[in-house]
């Protein structure tokens, strides 16, 4: 899944939509760079806890909607991002990167642990 995936969607809005997805991609915008500036300038675990609300949000998220029996799906502008983020590839992504982020909280904990009883 990558970016030109999505791009589709944004097709075919009116006006106010167009403005407020504008500015759904300048907030969009600033979080990569907030992620990038925290991957050149911290470490490893503070990049795992930048990106962890949209790898684990974005699949909540998405869960939740097609879950639920009131979200439309007819007509619905959003409904090929929900599915795009209930799909296997992206749980699996989800499933990979929650223990990942999981597993660096534990090392980084155990050896914070160790600095302060040496």
């Given at each position: 899944?990558?970016?030109?995936d999505?791009?589709?969607?944004?097709?075919?809005?009116?006006?106010?939509?167009?403005?407020?997805?504008?500015?759904?991609?300048?907030?969009?915008?600033?979080?990569?760079?907030?992620v990038?500036?925290?991957?050149?300038?911290?470490?490893?675990?503070?990049?795992?806890?930048?990106?962890?609300?949209?790898?684990?949000?974005?699949?909540?998220?998405?869960?939740?909607?097609?879950?639920?029996?009131?979200?439309?799906?007819?007509?619905?502008?959003?409904?090929?991002?929900?599915?795009?983020?209930?799909?296997?590839?992206?749980?699996?992504?989800?499933?990979?990167?929650?223990?990942?982020?999981?597993?660096t909280?534990?090392?980084?904990?155990?050896?914070?642990?160790?600095?302060?009883?040496?």
């Open positions: 899944m990558n970016d030109a999505q791009e589709p969607q944004h097709v075919q809005h009116t006006p106010g939509i167009l403005f407020i997805e504008a500015l759904l991609e300048l907030r969009e915008l600033i979080r990569l760079r907030y990038l500036d925290i991957g050149q300038s911290e470490d490893w675990l503070a990049l795992q806890v930048s990106m962890a609300p949209c790898l684990i949000g974005y699949g909540d998220i998405a869960r939740r909607l097609h879950d639920d029996p009131k979200t439309k799906r007819e007509g619905n502008i959003y409904w090929k991002w929900i599915e795009t983020y209930v799909a296997d590839d992206y749980c699996e992504a989800v499933r990979v990167g929650s223990g990942e982020f999981s597993y909280v534990d090392v980084f904990c155990i050896e914070l642990t160790i600095e302060r009883i040496a």
